[in-house]
């Protein structure tokens, strides 16, 4: 009987580690955070930023805008405020049941609710009114698909960045906050 018990823990534990969800260490020159990713609620979204992640397109990238109390932005542009070219657009997977709460990761996108590419934001508030509320353009939202599980202090170190204009660019931080690159978690959580 209790070799019944041992393989049904034993089998409970594996189906546990096989569900976990995904998991990422952002590595930046200001420190490391580590991103839980949600595929099952995002699955085209995740699909997509790992692509970007396994490629290691992310290397090099900044966090190009900056808004205390509100988001980091970043993962389209190179310290010279070059933008680098990115896949196609993916489908907005915003009505996913997620919200833009502080910790969660969001992509970035244009006014057309599906151009979401590279670009990613990471919320520092609850962002209430950047949550999915309808289908229609206008209020379609922005697809979270993750939250900080640790290192939200380098997150809200690089929040605090004084920050100016670059060219067109505004919210961009004096100092370049450099992606030194985004790794798949060996070592989960």
Do not use: W
Not at 41 to 59: G, I, L, R
């Amino acid at each position: 009987m209790r070799q019944l018990y041992a393989l049904l823990l034993l089998s409970m534990l594996s189906t546990s580690a096989l569900a976990a969800n995904p998991q990422v260490v952002v590595d930046t020159n200001h420190g490391s955070f580590v991103i839980e990713l949600y595929p099952e609620k995002a699955p085209k979204t995740v699909a997509n930023f790992m692509q970007y992640v396994n490629t290691s397109f992310y290397k090099g990238t900044i966090f190009h805008r900056v808004i205390n109390r509100f988001m980091i932005q970043g993962g389209g542009f190179t310290p010279d405020m070059a933008e680098k070219d990115t896949r196609a657009p993916i489908i907005n997977e915003a009505g996913n049941g997620l919200t833009n709460d502080i910790g969660t990761i969001a992509m970035a996108r244009t006014s057309d609710p599906n151009s979401a590419t590279s670009q990613f934001f990471i919320n520092l508030e609850n962002n209430q009114f950047l949550n999915y509320q309808s289908p229609d353009p206008e209020l379609i939202g922005y697809c979270v698909f993750g939250r900080v599980l640790k290192g939200m202090d380098v997150v809200r170190e690089i929040a605090s960045s004084r920050t100016g204009n670059v060219g067109p660019y505004s919210d961009v931080p004096k100092e370049s906050i450099v992606i030194n690159g985004i790794t798949v978690n060996k070592a989960p959580l």
